[in-house]
Nanobody, 124 residues
Framework: VQLQASGGGLVQAGGSLRLSCAAS????????MGWFRQAPGKDREIVAA????????YYTDSVKGRLTTSKDNAKNTVYLQMNDLSPEDTAVYFC??????????????????WGQGTLVTVSS
């Protein structure tokens, strides 16, 4: 499975961005996908996750109500709509995929495939 993330950029505080992650290759093996981010000097953390079949989602507390992940199975694409962004959201955002059919991938260790990352910069 190959993952191609896009949609990052520079936005002012309070603004919005939508990230996309297109999967190719053996997409039938995908059980779920996740969004992670890594801010300068910090560890990579999970932001959101989605089950590929059920559409069940998970969000880390700091983004609840502002970020929404969704999927388009026909396009093998997952999205991360980011609203009301703040400078604290500045990070490289990564999409990732795993093969577990049940539940959500909440830890990095379950993810087999990673995209290249896309930079989101939020100015104050």
């Amino acid at each position: 499975v190959q993952l191609q993330a896009s949609g990052g950029g520079l936005v002012q505080a309070g603004g919005s961005l939508r990230l996309s992650c297109a999967a190719s290759g053996h997409t039938f093996s995908i059980g779920g996908m996740g969004w992670f981010r890594q801010a300068p000097g910090k560890d990579r953390e999970i932001v959101a996750a989605i089950n590929w079949s059920s559409g069940t989602t998970y969000y880390t507390d700091s983004v609840k109500g502002r970020l929404t992940t969704s999927k388009d199975n026909a396009k093998n694409t997952v999205y991360l709509q980011m609203n009301d962004l703040s400078p604290e959201d500045t990070a490289v955002y990564f999409c990732a995929a795993h093969g577990r059919r049940l539940g959500l991938g909440l830890v990095q260790a379950v993810y087999n495939y990673w995209g290249q990352g896309t930079l989101v910069t939020v100015s104050s």
